[in-house]
């Protein structure tokens, strides 16, 4: 259901759009694809993750620079304009490097010109006003300068509102704790506010649920604890010693001290290498997902998925329910990765599949206008003369995800490249504690796996942080116990034998 209906400006455009829309939404709906310019080469840019994670939406919204439109909520009145950019973002006259950049490779730094010596201060005059990343805040638009730094403090900190986060809250709080959860975005659920599709697995981890359903109940559990202070539209900007979070709401910033942290950041999503890879109009899945099933928003009208797992089968199908051509779905491997079940069902409503085949490059001048694809032998080479142009205004990339880690890093925590679970992740003990004391990693964090193992791994964190605290009893331990046994079940499959073997790399000893 749509909220009240607001205006918001772009350059001088006037915008219809909904509260409780993100602004990059609201350009979309408003047909809107070019939202701003790249730094050097002044590349169009557009939305494609929707969650904050790629810095490709990033616009000036009230004065302000480099603010992530597709997580910032609409509010009436607002001022979003374009960077990096003249006259406009459509049309920008410094796309001429664009078409130059051979004479500008990477690696190029304009101070390097130094001949003829005596032109060289006015190349530096010329050029040095289109470096950066957008203009200094101006007061003049609304904008408002960050408050002085507050203090907080907390027993348990999320960082992360998807179902690992939330499951951790609950069962902390359930336990006593005082937990503070905090998420950029302007919803509890992370992706599972996006997933209209019924869940698989367990009847106890919400099997035959769709995903939006299964947030909205681990939210209104989460309402129900006093105990459990969520914070949204926060971002947490760094993990310091001692167990200190940076935070920022709005124009706040605030230091908190948490005594245990958990991390459920969850995952970005992956891309591909190929040509124009960058064009507005090539879009993550997840991305793809938001716009149609959290905004309503119809992402293109003729679409090529790159992917055949069941991420790939399953939002094929949804963009063909919401009105959009499906022209093929593309995956590099000689067999479809996803369900027969789903494939079965595309391939009925006349969506072909090339297996062994990727996508080569893409064209258009502002947004995608088409792909090539191309076939790959057994050895991943493109096989000449197997080309094949397909018409179409949106790519969706569905190739995997891979965990977020840079507060883990940043936290000091002893992290290793696991190809199984999706790249790089913390060592973590059963009871998900990292090599840091006091840090929990549940979920895709830890590893890419599914919501089911995301929730059993939010418990056993949840818990295990309340019982060094002192909360909870023999009981709560046995609980934990019971998880740990629950998340092996859940990995016991043939189809889970790369999770198991990731996460034996991936063990620690208590201690
Ligand atoms: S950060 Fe906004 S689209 Fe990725």
Not at 437 to 442: A, C, D, M, Q, T
């Amino acid at each position: 259901k749509r909220g009240p209906k607001v205006k918001i400006y772009y350059g001088r455009k006037k915008i219809d759009a909904y509260e409780g829309e993100t602004v990059g939404a609201a350009l979309c709906a408003a047909g809107i694809n070019v939202f701003t310019r790249s730094v050097k080469y002044h590349r169009p840019r557009g939305m494609f993750c929707a969650i904050g994670k790629c810095s490709s939406c990033m616009m000036r919204v009230d004065g302000v620079p480099n603010v992530m439109t597709c997580v910032i909520p609409v509010r009436d009145g607002m001022r979003v304009e374009p960077q990096n950019c003249f006259p406009s973002a459509s049309h920008d006259l410094y796309s001429i490097i664009d078409r130059l950049g051979f004479k500008f490779p990477a690696g190029f730094y304009y101070r390097l010109i130094t001949r003829p010596r005596s032109l060289s201060a006015l190349y530096l005059k010329l050029i040095r006003p289109l470096t950066g990343m957008g203009k200094f805040p101006t007061a003049n638009r609304g904008f408002k300068p960050m408050t002085k730094s507050e203090q907080r403090e907390t027993e348990v900190a999320v960082v992360g509102a998807g179902p690992a986060g939330l499951s951790a809250a609950i069962h902390a709080a359930r336990l006593g704790c005082r937990v503070t959860l905090i998420d950029e975005n302007p919803m509890l659920g992370g992706q599972l506010i996006k997933q209209t599709h019924m869940f698989f697995g367990s009847k106890e981890y919400f099997a035959g649920v769709r995903g939006i359903r299964i947030s909205e109940k681990l939210a209104e559990e989460v309402k129900q604890h006093e105990n459990i202070e969520a914070l949204l539209n926060t971002s947490v900007v760094g993990l310091y010693e001692g167990n200190v979070l940076g935070i920022v709401q709005g124009n706040k910033f605030a230091t908190m001290r948490a005594k245990k942290v958990i991390v459920s950041t969850g995952a970005y999503e992956k891309t591909l290498l190929f040509n124009n890879n960058d064009l507005p109009g090539v879009m993550g899945a997840g991305g793809v997902q938001t716009l149609m099933n959290v905004f309503g928003i119809k992402p293109g009208n003729e679409a090529l998925m790159v992917g055949a797992g069941n991420v790939g089968l399953i939002i094929s199908y949804q963009l063909l329910q919401a009105g959009v051509k499906v022209k093929g779905i593309v995956e590099a491997v000689p067999r479809i990765g996803g369900y027969f079940v789903h494939a079965a069902k595309i391939r009925r409503m006349g969506v072909p599949i090339y297996v062994s085949h990727t996508i080569k490059r893409t064209w258009g001048r502002r947004r995608v206008e088409g792909a090539t694809i191309v076939q790959l032998d057994d050895r991943w080479k493109e096989v000449e003369g197997t080309e094949k142009d397909i018409k179409c205004d949106l790519i969706c990339i569905s190739v995997g995800l891979k965990p977020t880690y840079e507060f883990l890093y940043q936290a000091g925590c002893k992290m290793k490249f696991i190809s199984e679970l999706g790249g790089h992740v913390p060592l973590r003990t059963k009871n998900m504690e990292t090599s840091v004391k006091g840090v929990y990693i549940p979920g895709d964090t830890g590893g890419i796996e599914e919501a089911d193992t995301a929730m059993v791994g939010g418990k056993i964190a949840g818990i295990s942080a309340a019982l060094s605290l002192g909360y909870g009893d023999k009981e709560a331990e046995e609980f934990r116990e019971k998880a740990i046994m629950e998340l092996e079940d859940l990995r016991s499959g043939p189809t889970s034998a790369r999770i198991r073997s990731g996460i034996e790399k991936a063990l620690i000893e208590e201690g």
